[in-house]
């Protein structure tokens, strides 16, 4: 049961970033590796924050926005000074490592043990009752993710959001519309580095501290979720075992958590299972190959329809 | 037709992957066609593992995490373990020893904790600051007591109050480093040396607060320190150059990244014929020149002790405070003196805890 706990705790916290990722890797189709950077930058502004007494919920927001405003910069890069996607996520990662530490205060780990976060503080502990606690942190990261993903998936059918979907499939489209297809993706980053950072913010709040290693490889992570999450539950060819089983189809967006906790139940698996830690990233890669494998073969399809 | 192939192929592969990791596809298979993910699984394989381990109403169940593979880190677990067995909790007779090395991911970090947590272990040692951080988050959510070792500043990671007393179930040693008797015996060995130069890695902590205490210290031994930050160790080659270029010689902390590539700084400073002072037994071992430092393998057995007093029930976690090392052990490298032309004082030589007499790569 701690185990299953623990799965879904970490599959939520990260699944808050995959939904970023889904919007760079899956709709903007942009390789954007500055969540590797704003992931940490939400966990050190959140512990700064609380330790100057903000108020737990409010560096919710205020994490947000700061991703927002790095993901601004890393379509800054790309779109108005020509600079290639790759490179300008990698540009904005670099920096952001030392503004990062900068944020933390000039410490690579800062304890927020004994602050309130939005897991424990005295207005929870006075209404949730005992038997409730140990699933207290699940429920609030559900609340959290359900409420990101209801957003998202309102943004995406806006107006906006049909066009942040158009640039991603057919630039042509979105020129062709008379909008700034430049401007469309810019946003797409804001908004996925803001889930990057928000999800941060919550990891700082769970784990009780900010550490400046905590980014590492967290797009490979949000990439993983990304992929087993659509190719499980939703394929582009809209054909996935839940069809064949006739049960409802999922939204993107809901596939995406998903796969995050199934990515974190593999890890988790992995662990138990004794493989060593040294071991883990190769599995990582390999899991990932073999589902990009799978899915290119589906995209090639996909393009030669369009 | 095809195209339900071509997805059956994918839900295949991706599951026939999550059944890799579990070696029961069967089983993962269906958990995964709920729609529910194959955590459900992972629960029920940990419980069956974690049940298996007692035998008998003495026997008990240690996770140890931690946080890196390098020299001073192995000999900590490896010390634990052995002040375990001192008082007579022995690996493989009484003891269940579950290890893990997060290879520094945080990440993984706090799923190697939840691991132990979920396989019921009755303590948790947390090696190095971040994984002690880790295991105090998850540990003080399921009640279990954790020891922690080769934490530098435990207060500083809110492990331990101001003085001493510990923050919860939680204590454990610190490797803090002898600051002072390190000056003194870099005194005595160079006479004449004005800067010592020290390498950290902005991102370590520990070594901030380290090099903040030699800055203060370094002038009543009438040296200055010039120190050179680093962020990853693709930049040890070009700091160790241009440091080396400031000073007459180096001394060292713990700082992980820079310990882990010392060779290579070492190299740099033989061509030099700049000494290289480490911080514990194992730099001397492979090449710097002494050390004023603390034996991990001692600090290790100081830690398993405590951790025997836990888990015994002879005393609570809550009720110790965390415990340094007192004293420092000179440990020198005679093969290396000869190779700089220094001769090591003979004060200091007798009392050496071990003197190398050859470099070992």
Sequence with gaps: MTLLLGVLEEGLIYGVMALGVYITYKILDFPDLSVDSTFPMGAALTASALLAGINPVLTLFLSFGAGALAGCATGFIHVKLKVRDLLSGIIVMTGLYSLNLRFAGGRANVPVFTQDTIFENPFLAGIMPQWLSPYLMVLILFLIIIICKVLLDLYLNTRSGYLLRAVGDNEALVTSLAKDKGMVKILGLAIANGFSSLAGCIYCQHKGFFEISVGTGTIVMGLASVIIGIQLLCPENGTSFLSALKLPQVRPTTAVIVGSIVYKACISLAISMGMEANDLKLITSILFLVILVVSAERRKKVKSHA | ?361
């Design chain 2, 1 to 361: 037709m095809k195209k339900s192939f071509r997805t059956f192929v994918a839900a295949a592969m991706a599951v026939s992957l999550l059944a890799g990791c579990s070696g029961s596809s069967g089983q993962t298979a269906t958990t995964a066609q709920d729609g529910n993910p194959a955590a459900g699984n992972a629960s029920s394989q940990a419980e069956t593992s974690g049940s298996q381990a007692p035998d008998g109403g003495k026997s008990y169940t240690v996770g140890i995490g931690q946080f890196a593979a390098h020299g001073s880190l192995d000999n900590c677990r490896e010390g634990f373990l052995l002040g375990l067995a001192e008082e007579g909790i022995v690996e493989g007779e009484n003891l269940t020893v579950l290890y893990e090395n997060s290879q520094a991911d945080g990440g993984i970090a706090s799923q190697i904790i939840t691991n132990f947590a979920s396989q019921k272990v009755d303590l948790i040692c947390g090696i190095a600051t971040p994984m002690a951080q880790t295991a105090y988050g998850v540990g003080r959510k399921q009640n279990i007591p954790v020891i922690f070792t080769a934490v530098t500043d435990p207060v500083a990671a809110e492990l331990a109050n101001a003085d001493g007393s510990p923050v919860g179930e939680i204590t454990g040693t610190s490797d803090k480093l002898p600051v002072t008797q390190q000056l003194e015996m870099i005194r005595a060995i160079l006479p004449d040396a004005k800067t010592i130069g020290i390498m950290y890695t902005t991102s370590e902590v520990n070594s901030l607060s380290t090099i903040e205490e030699y800055k203060a210290a370094a002038g009543d031994y009438g040296f200055e320190i010039v120190d050179t930050g680093i962020s990853t160790t693709a930049d040890v080659p070009l700091a160790a150059d241009s440091l080396l270029e400031k000073v007459d010689c180096i001394t060292n902390l713990t700082d992980n990244t820079v310990v882990a590539s010392l060779p290579v700084i070492l190299d740099k400073a033989a061509k030099k014929n700049i000494p290289v002072f480490g911080s514990e037994i194992e730099q001397v071992k492979i090449g710097c020149l002494a050390a004023m430092g603390l034996d991990y393998i001692e600090l290790g057995k100081q830690t398993g002790r405590m951790a025997a007093a836990v888990l015994k029930g002879e005393k609570k976690a809550g009720e110790m405070n965390y415990e340094v090392i007192q004293e420092a052990a000179f440990y020198g490298n005679a093969k290396v003196a000869e190779n700089l032309g220094i001769t090591i004082p003979e004060e200091l030589s007798s009392s050496a805890k071990e003197m190398f007499t050859d470099i070992t790569q």
